[in-house]
T-cell receptor, first 115, second 114 residues
Framework: AQTVTQSQPEMSVQEAETVTLSCTYD???????LFWYKQPPSRQMILVIR??????QNATENRFSVNFQKAAKSFSLKISDSQLGDTAMYFC????????????FGKGTLLTVNP | NAGVTQTPKFQVLKTGQSMTLQCAQD?????MSWYRQDPGMGLRLIHY???????DQGEVPNGYNVSRSTTEDFPLRLLSAAPSQTSVYFC?????????????FGEGSWLTVV
C-alpha cells in the first residue's frame, strides 16, 4: 500500500519570505499523481497544485511550485512571497493513476505566516 | 454551479442513533467518495463509487453504509453511531479525462457522537 509522509508537523514563516514543505511517499507504481491541498481554519479542502508522475517538469501555480524528485520519491511544496492568507494546514496526497476515487494523505503540516 | 454540497454541516448524535450524511454534486462526475478526518491525521477513505449502482469499501468502512442510485447523490449512513465516529466527514467527486483530473471536496460535515 502507498504511504505518504510529512515530517514537519508545524512550520512558521515571516510574511513575504519563502518556505518549503516536505513530503515523501512510498509506491511501487510508475503512473500516479501527487497533490498539495490547503485546509484553512474553515476546514475546506482547497487544491493548491498537482503533479503527474510522467511529467519531468515541476508544476507551478503562481506563488506555489513543487520540487518533484521521482527517483527519491520526494514532492516538496515551495511557497514564495508568503501571505497571511497562506496560514493553513497543508496536506500532501498521492493518487494511483488507475483509481480516480482514492487519495492517500499525509498527516499534514500546519503553516503559520507571521506578520 | 454549486459543486459538491454536503448536509448537514453540524450534527450531534447519541450513541446508538443512526443518521445519513447527504452529498450531492452537480458536475456529472463519475466518481464519488467519502473521507473522514480525525485530529492529527489526514483524510482517510471510507467508501467510494465509480458510477451509479457501483460502490466499494475504502480504508475505514466499518460502521458505514453507502449507496449510489443516481450520478448526483452519494449518501453516507451511520448505522449505530459510536463515539469513535466523531470526526469531520468530507464528500468528494472527480472525473477522468485524457489530460488528468481533479478531485473536488465538499465543505465538510462535523459529527459529534456523545
Amino acid at each position: 500500500a502507498q504511504t505518504v509522509t510529512q515530517s514537519q508537523p508545524e512550520m512558521s514563516v515571516q510574511e513575504a519570505e519563502t518556505v518549503t514543505l516536505s513530503c515523501t511517499y512510498d509506491t511501487s507504481e510508475n503512473n500516479y499523481y501527487l497533490f498539495w491541498y490547503k485546509q484553512p481554519p474553515s476546514r475546506q479542502m482547497i487544491l493548491v497544485i498537482r503533479q503527474e508522475a510522467y511529467k519531468q517538469q515541476n508544476a507551478t501555480e503562481n506563488r506555489f511550485s513543487v520540487n518533484f524528485q521521482k527517483a527519491a520519491k520526494s514532492f516538496s511544496l515551495k511557497i514564495s512571497d508568503s501571505q497571511l492568507g497562506d496560514t493553513a494546514m497543508y496536506f500532501c496526497a498521492y493518487n494511483s493513476g488507475g483509481s480516480n476515487y482514492k487519495l492517500t494523505f499525509g498527516k499534514g503540516t500546519l503553516l503559520t505566516v507571521n506578520p | 454551479n454549486a459543486g459538491v454540497t454536503q448536509t448537514p454541516k453540524f450534527q450531534v448524535l447519541k450513541t446508538g442513533q443512526s443518521m445519513t450524511l447527504q452529498c450531492a454534486q452537480d458536475m456529472n462526475h463519475e466518481y464519488m467518495s467519502w473521507y473522514r478526518q480525525d485530529p492529527g491525521m489526514g483524510l482517510r477513505l471510507i467508501h467510494y463509487s465509480v458510477g451509479a449502482g457501483i460502490t466499494d469499501q475504502g480504508e475505514v468502512p466499518n460502521g458505514y453504509n453507502v449507496s449510489r442510485s443516481t450520478t448526483e447523490d452519494f449518501p453516507l449512513r451511520l448505522l449505530s453511531a459510536a463515539p469513535s465516529q466523531t470526526s469531520v466527514y468530507f464528500c468528494a467527486s472527480s472525473y477522468s479525462t485524457g489530460g488528468g483530473y481533479t478531485i473536488y471536496f465538499g465543505e465538510g460535515s462535523w459529527l459529534t457522537v456523545v
